[in-house]
């Protein structure tokens, strides 16, 4: 794949996880208890992001 291409699929990733953690932060400030779906997809969204990298890496010829 082209570096364009896992440039637009690194930025919605992380895009994602910023929301993630912004929702985070507003049940903090509620003091509302966060749902555990939320955690969950938030750990799975930096999975995500991690293995998009790693695999960039890996196939990068530069």
Known sequence: MNV???AIV????????SMQLRVSAA?????V????AIKVMRVI?????????AYALWKWDG
């Open 45 to 53: 969204n930096i999975a995500a992001v991690c293995f998009v990298v």
């Open 4 to 6: 364009l291409l896992w």
């Open 10 to 17: 690194f930025a919605f990733l992380a895009a994602l996880v």
């Open 33 to 36: 208890k966060e749902p555990k």
């Open 27 to 31: 049940y903090k400030t509620l003091g």
